[in-house]
């Protein structure tokens, strides 16, 4: 074990080398060694296999997050209780959108018309048939067949939470617990089926959705700030667009390469970027309807590497910390939770809301939780970065602040044990501090806040959390102001209570 582990850190040095000596790598640092970048976590190499899962950028099926996690697993920390919880949630899996399905139909139909038989790795497309037969019906609704059912996973996902915050359940008579979607229909049906899940038989009479409008009249008051902020709409270079700009630039440093290899093996076809580019995410969305995919097979571990990290640019700059709207039109939902957190349960003990991934993102940049000295660069791909969107917003990803309630480290229940593990000074400072902190779960991993994870389990410290959140509000501005919005529209979300 040790000859693994200073072979892996040996590796780690080696690559970090290559890659700064921009010369050098390219001739030094083959596609082997670029392939295995994934397996290196922590400068120790990872112990799991290979899954392109994780490197199709969103298109996927849920997945569980496992880089850049704290340690120790999801069970609350020893001494610690969670008392309210509140959980932003992208729908379920479901077919491609409407525009991104048509591009993949396109390109089929192309393909056909040219009538030839397709060798070498696209040999599988001349007998391969769309997953749908009615994509007018299907495109951007929740998918209902295979192991990735739309419907079911979010069910899945309802039960799995219920047995985790069975003690948070409301007692029999209370009132129906409120939940949130916004209003797609891919969003609410997500909701709907979670609510089977999490509440059971009584879902009907134990929990109320509440569906809030995606229109643009909103203000600040509503779940997909996105489409109030008119700043973020008309803003052609630096708004919403910006994101698809930044994705071109950086797919076109890839993907021609791939075409020069599907052109040598049918010399009778040329792929643009573009197509290159969907037949990548047929991978994705042929799985959540089928259970797999050959389109899968069809390029290398470096090449889905590439394609996990546009889809992190597209992300990044489309409404995330590359995009000086995103933090603002994050900041909304996080500051209305901080609040709640900082009331505790007596304003209630669950709270979900279900959006899509463009509204997760944001809110995540106003956290500062994936912060980085640079932005993204669009002419390579930095093989060691913080922000993965893989892994945070696959389809059904799902974000839950925790509110913790912590024994006193001094308590005789635990003694000299629990402060000499106490992260926390000693002393009488050590005996001052408050039991309430907040522990961020981001697809059932513990990711700790860069500088706040001072608490049991890397949590943050409730009153410090609350002062992080105020503090970034400063920072980012006034979403009016922002979004070039006048003083009548509405400056806070309201319709988050119990």
């Not at 850049?68 to 309210?84: A, D, F, L």
């Not at 009615?134 to 219920?162: F, M």
């Given at each position: 074990?040790?000859?693994?582990?200073?072979?892996?850190?040996?590796?780690?040095?080696?690559?970090?080398?290559?890659?700064?000596?921009?010369?050098?790598?390219?001739?030094?640092?083959?596609?082997?060694?670029?392939?295995?970048?994934?397996?290196?976590?922590?400068?120790?190499?990872?112990?799991?296999?290979?899954?392109?899962?994780?490197?199709?950028?969103?298109?996927?099926?849920?997945?569980?997050?496992?880089?850049?996690?704290?340690?120790?697993?999801?069970?609350?920390?020893?001494?610690?209780?969670?008392?309210?919880?509140?959980?932003?949630?992208?729908?379920?899996?479901?077919?491609?959108?409407?525009?991104?399905?048509?591009?993949?139909?396109?390109?089929?139909?192309?393909?056909?018309?040219?009538?030839?038989?397709?060798?070498?790795?696209?040999?599988?497309?001349?007998?391969?048939?769309?997953?749908?037969?009615?994509?007018?019906?299907?495109?951007?609704?929740?998918?209902?067949?295979?192991?990735?059912?739309?419907?079911?996973?979010?069910?899945?996902?309802?039960?799995?939470?219920?047995?985790?915050?069975?003690?948070?359940?409301?007692?029999?008579?209370?009132?129906?617990?409120?939940?949130?979607?916004?209003?797609?229909?891919?969003?609410?049906?997500?909701?709907?089926?979670?609510?089977?899940?999490?509440?059971?038989?009584?879902?009907?009479?134990?929990?109320?959705?509440?569906?809030?409008?995606?229109?643009?009249?909103?203000?600040?008051?509503?779940?997909?700030?996105?489409?109030?902020?008119?700043?973020?709409?008309?803003?052609?270079?630096?708004?919403?667009?910006?994101?698809?700009?930044?994705?071109?630039?950086?797919?076109?440093?890839?993907?021609?390469?791939?075409?020069?290899?599907?052109?040598?093996?049918?010399?009778?076809?040329?792929?643009?970027?573009?197509?290159?580019?969907?037949?990548?995410?047929?991978?994705?969305?042929?799985?959540?309807?089928?259970?797999?995919?050959?389109?899968?097979?069809?390029?290398?571990?470096?090449?889905?590497?590439?394609?996990?990290?546009?889809?992190?640019?597209?992300?990044?700059?489309?409404?995330?910390?590359?995009?000086?709207?995103?933090?603002?039109?994050?900041?909304?939902?996080?500051?209305?939770?901080?609040?709640?957190?900082?009331?505790?349960?007596?304003?209630?003990?669950?709270?979900?809301?279900?959006?899509?991934?463009?509204?997760?993102?944001?809110?995540?940049?106003?956290?500062?939780?994936?912060?980085?000295?640079?932005?993204?660069?669009?002419?390579?791909?930095?093989?060691?970065?913080?922000?993965?969107?893989?892994?945070?917003v696959p389809m059904g990803g799902r974000v839950i602040f925790e509110r913790l309630s912590c024994q006193s480290p001094t308590s005789p229940s635990l003694g000299n044990k629990r402060q000499a593990q106490h992260p926390f000074k000693s002393g009488e400072e050590f005996l001052r501090l408050t039991s309430e902190f907040v522990r961020i779960n981001i697809n059932d991993g513990i990711v700790a806040l860069p500088t706040c994870s001072s608490g049991p389990g890397s949590s943050c410290p409730l009153d410090q959390f609350r002062g992080l959140v105020r503090t970034r509000g400063a920072q980012i501005g006034d979403f009016r102001e922002t979004c070039g919005l006048g003083p009548d529209a509405a400056a806070r979300i309201t319709f988050l209570h119990q």
């Amino acid at each position: 074990m040790d000859r693994l582990l200073r072979f892996c850190a040996l590796l780690v040095l080696f690559v970090a080398w290559a890659y700064f000596s921009r010369p050098v790598q390219q001739f030094l640092v083959d596609s082997t060694i670029r392939s295995s970048l994934p397996l290196i976590l922590k400068g120790v190499v990872s112990s799991r296999a290979w899954d392109v899962l994780y490197h199709v950028g969103g298109n996927g099926p849920w997945i569980q997050k496992i880089d850049g996690i704290v340690e120790g697993g999801i069970e609350p920390p020893e001494g610690c209780v969670v008392e309210q919880i509140h959980m932003l949630s992208r729908h379920a899996e479901r077919y491609p959108t409407v525009s991104a399905g048509n591009r993949m139909l396109a390109l089929l139909e192309r393909i056909k018309d040219l009538n030839i038989t397709l060798i070498g790795d696209l040999a599988f497309v001349n007998n391969w048939k769309y997953f749908t037969n009615d994509p007018s019906t299907h495109h951007g609704q929740l998918t209902t067949t295979g192991p990735y059912a739309g419907n079911l996973s979010a069910v899945r996902t309802g039960k799995k939470l219920r047995t985790r915050y069975s003690h948070l359940l409301p007692v029999q008579g209370s009132p129906p617990v409120n939940l949130w979607a916004s209003d797609s229909n891919r969003v609410i049906e997500t909701a709907r089926y979670f609510s089977t899940g999490f509440f059971g038989r009584d879902s009907a009479s134990s929990a109320k959705l509440h569906v809030i409008p995606e229109t643009s009249d909103l203000g600040a008051d509503t779940l997909t700030p996105g489409d109030t902020c008119l700043n973020y709409r008309t803003d052609v270079d630096r708004g919403h667009e910006n994101g698809a700009r930044q994705l071109v630039n950086f797919r076109s440093t890839y993907l021609p390469s791939i075409s020069s290899r599907l052109q040598r093996q049918n010399p009778g076809i040329i792929f643009s970027n573009a197509e290159i580019y969907s037949m990548q995410e047929l991978c994705g969305f042929e799985t959540l309807v089928r259970g797999k995919s050959q389109w899968c097979d069809v390029f290398d571990r470096e090449e889905w590497l590439n394609f996990e990290y546009a889809r992190d640019v597209i992300h990044y700059y489309r409404s995330g910390p590359g995009n000086p709207y995103g933090p603002a039109i994050g900041w909304l939902w996080l500051n209305a939770t901080a609040e709640l957190l900082e009331n505790g349960p007596n304003a209630g003990k669950l709270f979900f809301s279900f959006v899509h991934d463009g509204d997760v993102i944001p809110m995540l940049a106003a956290l500062d939780i994936f912060s980085s000295a640079e932005h993204l660069p669009t002419t390579r791909m930095p093989p060691f970065r913080t922000w993965r969107t893989s892994q945070v917003v696959p389809m059904g990803g799902r974000v839950i602040f925790e509110r913790l309630s912590c024994q006193s480290p001094t308590s005789p229940s635990l003694g000299n044990k629990r402060q000499a593990q106490h992260p926390f000074k000693s002393g009488e400072e050590f005996l001052r501090l408050t039991s309430e902190f907040v522990r961020i779960n981001i697809n059932d991993g513990i990711v700790a806040l860069p500088t706040c994870s001072s608490g049991p389990g890397s949590s943050c410290p409730l009153d410090q959390f609350r002062g992080l959140v105020r503090t970034r509000g400063a920072q980012i501005g006034d979403f009016r102001e922002t979004c070039g919005l006048g003083p009548d529209a509405a400056a806070r979300i309201t319709f988050l209570h119990q």
